[in-house]
């Protein structure tokens, strides 16, 4: 019997393992090109794996509940029913636990791919490094002599994808800067991260190397608020509407900056912050300054949709020029900072309205537009809010 590896995909930029969540056909099934075979959960959302060609699933195949590192084989595509393999399953790699101590001056560990032989262990020196007192950390020597060499506790470092610490996160936790000492408290455990709060805290840090400054305005939100409500639009899409017609009254914050200049988009594409278990996702808007407002009610009715479910694709939340987060639903917060995601030149964020009007908080990159574009965008923002059939398209 002829067998194709199924392996796990990257379904984002940011994905380095997957759980598999379940399989949708059993050993023996048939399958056919593009028909979906198991359901995969990325650092955004749920999404079916489908079949790249004809055949039958076939075994062994990984557990569901397995986090699996980005290309490890999961299952098989066969050319006839026969699944008796005799193999066992794939699943996660759980490496052995690490006894020996590591050379006190690190050397260089060869990739990964072609691991060569590990050194005979050197007397010990200090006992291994253990998560709040559990089982010992499993790490490379080598990660285990560098984070030594910077003073960096293993057992707060996240492991990388085939479940051991290697140099690379031990470089990634020391660039992080000081972290807390747990041991001097109570006696504590490690909860990972799941895939969408290690996204969540690999973005927040890339975005805090842009240099940013916050314009805040008040402004009034009632009307608009009104006329949502007449309306039966969501009032975060009657912001965002607004937001992209301010954004095309000011073109740079439609502009993201590269080293080689500033990228002007030709079109305006919200992104809205949602809520959601574990973190928060930002499903885009598109073209939300040129297109029926209509359109766009029926487009975020869908993305509301996917969320709920779970089953945002890559291209429901990529992409965004301008980015809205809106806490005004929590009447205790009236005003908060928001951080510029990458690739966009502003975010605006809204708090809790109170006598009519609520707190406009506009970050910004400080490499695109400067503090006097910002108090004219928040002008022309003003204008739109006082005058809701501009964002609604209505004639009064």
Avoid at 37 to 56: L, R, T
Wanted: proline share 11%; glycine share 8%.
């Amino acid at each position: 019997m002829s067998r194709t590896a199924i392996t796990m995909p990257a379904l984002s930029d940011t994905m380095q393992t997957g759980r598999l969540v379940s399989w949708l056909k059993q050993p023996g099934d048939p399958v056919h090109r593009g028909e979906a075979i198991a359901e995969v959960e990325s650092d955004k959302a749920v999404m079916e794996v489908e079949a790249f060609q004809d055949g039958y699933l076939a075994g062994p195949l990984a557990e569901p509940g397995s986090d699996l590192p980005v290309g490890q084989v999961i299952g098989y595509l066969a050319d006839s029913p026969d699944t008796d393999t005799g193999e066992e399953a794939p699943a996660a790699a759980e490496p052995p636990p690490e006894t020996e101590q590591q050379p006190e001056r690190p050397e260089p560990e060869p990739p990964q791919a072609h691991q060569a032989a590990e050194p005979p262990p050197a007397p010990p020196s200090s006992p291994p490094a253990s998560r709040g007192g559990g089982a010992p950390v499993a790490a490379s020597p080598y990660a285990r002599a560098l984070a030594r060499e910077l003073g960096i506790d293993l057992a707060q470092v996240a492991p990388g994808p085939d479940g051991r610490v290697q140099a690379a996160q031990v470089v990634a936790a020391a660039l992080a800067g000081p972290q807390p000492d747990l041991d001097a408290g109570p006696p504590w455990t490690l909860q990972p991260l799941s895939p969408m709060q290690q996204a969540v805290a690999d973005n927040m840090r890339a975005s805090l190397a842009i240099p940013s400054f916050r314009v805040s305005a008040r402004l009034p939100l009632e009307l608009l608020a009104a006329a949502a409500k007449a309306q039966r639009h969501s009032l975060s899409l009657l912001l965002a509407r607004a937001c992209a017609l301010a954004v095309r009254a000011h073109p740079r914050f439609n502009a993201a900056f590269t080293p080689a200049g500033l990228a002007q988009r030709e079109r305006v594409d919200v992104g809205i912050a949602v809520d959601v278990p574990d973190g928060l996702v930002t499903p885009v808007i598109r073209d939300a300054a040129g297109r029926p407002l209509d359109e766009l009610a029926e487009d975020w009715r869908i993305l509301k949709n996917k969320i709920a479910r779970r089953r945002l694709r890559p291209e429901d939340y990529s992409g965004a020029t301008f980015y809205l987060s809106n806490l005004g639903t929590f009447p205790e917060v009236t005003v908060f900072d928001a951080i510029v995601p990458m690739g966009a030149a502003a975010i605006l964020a809204v708090g809790a309205a109170h006598d009519g009007e609520a707190r406009f908080t506009l970050s910004c990159d400080h490499r695109v537009v400067y503090g006097a574009d910002a108090a004219r965008f928040l002008a022309t923002l003003g204008e739109l809010l006082r005058d809701p059939a501009q964002v609604t398209g209505t004639t009064t």
